[in-house]
């Protein structure tokens, strides 16, 4: 059965850091290309970050560029989400998301939640003082 936890989520206080953390049961994450996605209360699901099949390339949206950064621990087989500077519009549900393999997965990664086929069930960041 493949399943995806997420874990890390809690509560920080502006300018705070949390390193979110994607693990895998029963497949391996370095078959899958992989992201990270968010949903604040009242709003659209949005992509955040993905990593290609081989951590060849990165994506990460323009609101968390340079302050997120998306990895993969191949021993450990997970993928992390460091958010560093945080700030209140970053409070949501985060979610990782794996893709089936695609043609071009060691090359590119899309943020587009209909292209992904496996879901956590999400884990709760708060950024407030």
């Known amino acids: 059965q493949v399943q995806l936890v997420e874990s890390g989520g809690g509560l920080v206080q502006p300018g705070g850091s949390l390193r979110l953390s994607c693990a895998a049961s029963g497949f391996t994450l370095d078959d899958y290309a992989i992201g990270w996605f968010r949903q604040a209360p009242g709003k659209e699901r949005e992509g955040v970050a993905c990593?290609?099949?081989?951590?060849?390339?990165?994506s990460h949206a323009d609101s968390v560029k340079g302050r997120f950064t998306i990895s993969r621990d191949r021993t450990k087989n997970t993928v992390t989400l460091q958010m560093n500077s945080l700030k209140p519009e970053d409070t949501a549900v985060y979610y990782c998301a794996a893709r089936s393999r695609y043609l071009g997965d060691s090359v590119y990664c899309s943020r587009a939640q209909n292209l992904y086929d496996y879901w956590g069930q999400g884990t709760q960041v708060t950024v407030s003082s």
């Open positions: 990593i290609t099949r081989l951590s060849a390339t990165t």
